[in-house]
């Protein structure tokens, strides 16, 4: 593995770092933090973009969750130099299908985002449990039970005894709901 001197960033933008045969867990946020993934359909739009792209890439797709107005995933990523044209094609494609959907033309939808490389267990365990957290800790619901994550498929693959210890051994700091309340 060796690091790729990163461009420089305009100010409004961030810096990515390149790391080529690493986990990367990205963050995309909607414009203005607009809620543009409501009703669920659009969800689903986005989920069907984020497989396809995956899978277009070949950059296996680890854990996902899906918001109104932002998501998270992480990916395992061979070859760092197409990043920005996946997500380029990611969240172009996603948006042209949501705004053929709405009759609007050419709204932009998506805007920068933001990625980390995962250095380690503990800290591909924190994103993970991260991941699988954020629709509780942002209300979206009670349980982990949520459609737009991949933890049903994580406790499919893993066992759901496997899950909690993972939340148990590599907490997240900022998740203030506990499980007791639920």
Same mark, same amino acid.
Request: cysteine-free.
């Given at each position: #593995?060796?690091?790729?001197? +990163?461009?420089? @960033?305009?100010?409004?933008?961030?810096? $990515?770092?390149?790391?080529? /045969?690493?986990?990367?867990?990205?963050?995309?946020? @909607?414009?203005?933090?607009?809620?543009?993934?409501?009703? /669920?359909?659009?969800?689903?739009?986005?989920?069907?973009?984020?497989?396809?792209?995956?899978?277009?890439? =070949?950059?296996?797709?680890?854990?996902?969750?899906? &918001? +109104?107005?932002?998501?998270?995933?992480?990916?395992?990523? =061979?070859?760092?130099?197409? *990043?920005?044209?996946?997500?380029?094609? &990611?969240?172009?494609?996603?948006?042209?299908?949501? *705004?053929?959907?709405?009759?609007? %033309? @050419?709204?932009?939808?998506?805007? *920068?985002?933001?990625? $980390?490389?995962?250095?380690?267990?503990?800290?591909?365990?924190?994103? &993970?449990?991260?991941? $699988?957290?954020?629709?509780?800790?942002? =209300? #979206?619901?009670?349980?982990?039970?949520?459609?737009?994550?991949?933890?049903?498929?994580?406790?499919?693959?893993? =066992? %759901?005894?496997?899950?909690?210890? @993972?939340?148990?051994?590599? +907490?997240?700091? /900022?998740?203030?709901? $506990? #499980?007791?309340?639920?």
């Amino acid at each position: #593995m060796r690091p790729i001197k +990163p461009k420089k @960033a305009f100010s409004n933008r961030p810096v $990515h770092l390149k790391m080529d /045969d690493s986990f990367y867990f990205f963050t995309v946020r @909607a414009i203005e933090g607009q809620w543009f993934l409501r009703p /669920d359909e659009y969800k689903r739009i986005l989920k069907s973009k984020l497989i396809e792209k995956t899978e277009k890439f =070949g950059y296996p797709l680890i854990a996902y969750v899906i &918001l +109104p107005n932002h998501y998270h995933f992480i990916v395992k990523i =061979g070859d760092s130099r197409d *990043n920005s044209k996946f997500i380029g094609e &990611l969240n172009g494609s996603s948006a042209r299908v949501i *705004n053929r959907v709405d009759g609007v %033309i @050419a709204r932009k939808i998506w805007w *920068n985002y933001y990625d $980390h490389i995962i250095r380690g267990e503990e800290d591909f365990f924190k994103h &993970l449990n991260y991941i $699988h957290q954020n629709p509780i800790k942002h =209300g #979206m619901a009670k349980t982990f039970e949520y459609e737009f994550s991949s933890y049903n498929a994580w406790v499919k693959k893993k =066992g %759901i005894i496997y899950l909690n210890d @993972a939340f148990e051994r590599y +907490p997240i700091v /900022d998740f203030v709901a $506990h #499980m007791d309340d639920f």
